[in-house]
């Protein structure tokens, strides 16, 4: 039982980590090709509320992660170049496009993986100068993910067999709270949700969790990430901290209602399934896209009125700074 556990552990810590260090290098990465451009474009498209979501959602797609894209707007509120109200919609839309994470790591590659990593590696050696030059490092950090994937997937059918046998599964399985919890505590500390989707993935698809518990979990990783961007507007002007609090409320709203109305939601995500014809190991990635999609589609046409309500609960305040600081970012 103990040399199980102990096999279990370690298939499941190393994968976790291969997976996490490819996500990380990957954004890493992408940030390094598109930094000169966030700004700008976030400066230029942010002019109503629906160029910001696209600005936000196009940036977080590209990015692979909504984290750049907030951080990068929380300095640039800082600094005074960009107003609060208009960061609103790169909000909704950095959230929306996170969602395109889920949807790659639903594919499960046999051996292509060992392929893209090893092709990553020879190419990251040998073009170093040029446009290309991120080729490498965008084919190794892809490869990195799947093989961490492919890892974790060799620990998920003992896993799943210990799980059943034991007495605290057997008294949690069905308690929304738990996952919901864990979620929240490990993408807080992991700063990535995508982490969290794509073990999510890997549980649902091994039969481990249900889909009750897929949605709690999707609604707890949402929720975790807004801890980056506390962290980040810790100490820096008023307009900051109300854009991280808005943030949060967003994806507490969205977390709140999805647990109110969980069975129709249930409903609802099986009926998008059918009508599209998705195989139903995409549910997780499902689940994902719809919960955010929903939360824009609500929030964009009550911005202004959110707007106000995060002024008022945030409060005006004195500035933090007295003058105009460096970007955080």
Same mark, same amino acid.
């Given at each position: 039982m103990i040399k199980i556990a102990l096999f279990i552990a370690l298939y499941f810590a190393i994968g976790v980590f291969i997976l996490n260090a490819g996500i990380q290098f990957l954004s890493k990465t992408l940030l390094n090709i598109g930094e000169k451009h966030i700004k700008p474009v976030l400066l230029s498209y942010t002019k109503n509320i629906f160029s910001s979501f696209l600005s936000g959602f196009t940036l977080s797609v590209l990015l692979?992660? =909504?984290?750049?894209v907030m951080l990068c707007t929380i300095s640039l509120i800082h600094a005074r170049m960009m107003s609060f109200y208009n960061s609103l919609g790169i909000i909704y839309g950095a959230n929306l496009g996170t969602t395109l994470s889920a949807v790659l790591m639903s594919y499960s590659p046999r051996y292509s993986q060992y392929f893209i990593l090893a092709l990553g590696l020879l190419l990251k050696a040998f073009l170093r100068k040029g446009k290309l030059k991120y080729t490498g490092d965008i084919l190794l950090s892809v490869g990195l993910i799947y093989v961490g994937i492919g890892v974790l997937n060799l620990s998920m059918p003992l896993f799943r067999e210990q799980?059943?046998? =034991?007495?605290l599964w057997t008294r949690y399985a069905d308690r929304i709270y738990v996952p919901l919890i864990l979620s929240v505590f490990i993408t807080a500390v992991t700063h990535s949700s995508a982490a969290v989707t794509a073990v999510t993935i890997l549980l649902f698809k091994e039969g481990i969790v249900g889909k009750g518990a897929v949605i709690a979990i999707i609604l707890g990783s949402n929720l975790g990430t807004c801890i980056t961007?506390?962290?980040?507007?810790?100490?820096?002007?008023?307009?900051?901290?109300?854009?991280?609090w808005a943030n949060t409320m967003y994806n507490l709203v969205g977390c709140l209602a999805g647990l109110v109305f969980l069975n129709p939601f249930h409903d609802f995500l099986e009926g998008t399934i059918r009508l599209f014809r998705i195989p139903s190991d995409f549910f997780p990635a499902v689940c994902h896209i719809v919960v955010n999609l929903l939360s824009a589609i609500v929030f964009i046409p009550l911005t202004k009125p959110y707007y106000r309500f995060i002024n008022k609960i945030v409060g005006k305040g004195k500035q933090r700074g007295k003058q105009k600081r460096h970007l955080l970012y």
């Open positions: 692979q992660g =909504s984290t750049p799980m059943m046998r =034991s007495s961007a506390q962290i980040a507007s810790f100490n820096t002007e008023k307009e900051a901290v109300k854009m991280a």
